[in-house]
């Protein structure tokens, strides 16, 4: 079975710092470009962050940039998405996404989901 396993989701103070991993298990991340999204109750999913195969390419929605940083380890099968200075509005549920062709911030172009891990910044 494929699947994509979120994790270092918790509960930090506002100007706080996470760091997310999604690892892949059943198949490699290697020749997969990675989405982060994130989830509000009654809310849609939206483009968080997103990282091309190689890695020479990133993605980061206006609300994240200059606080979010994507990376992988290939070898790993694994991405990172390291989160300072967090605030108030970053909390959701996290959910990584796999998909074997070009990097996209439009969500149904994803192969492979994750269950989504939680983040809550609160004072």
């Known amino acids: 079975q494929l699947q994509l396993v979120e994790s270092g989701g918790g509960l930090v103070q506002p100007g706080g710092s996470l760091r997310l991993s999604c690892a892949a298990s059943g198949f490699t991340l290697d020749g997969y470009a990675i989405g982060w999204f994130r989830q509000y109750p009654g809310k849609e999913r939206e483009f968080v962050a997103g990282i091309s195969w190689s890695g020479g390419s990133t993605s980061y929605a206006d609300s994240v940039k200059g606080r979010f940083t994507i990376s992988r380890d290939n070898a790993k099968s694994t991405v990172y998405l390291q989160m300072n200075s967090l605030k108030p509005e970053d909390t959701a549920t996290y959910v990584c996404?796999?998909?074997?062709?070009?990097?996209?911030?439009?969500?149904?172009?994803?192969?492979?989901w994750g269950q989504g891990t939680q983040v809550t910044v609160s004072s």
């Open positions: 996404a796999a998909r074997s062709l070009r990097l996209t911030t439009y969500a149904p172009h994803y192969d492979y």
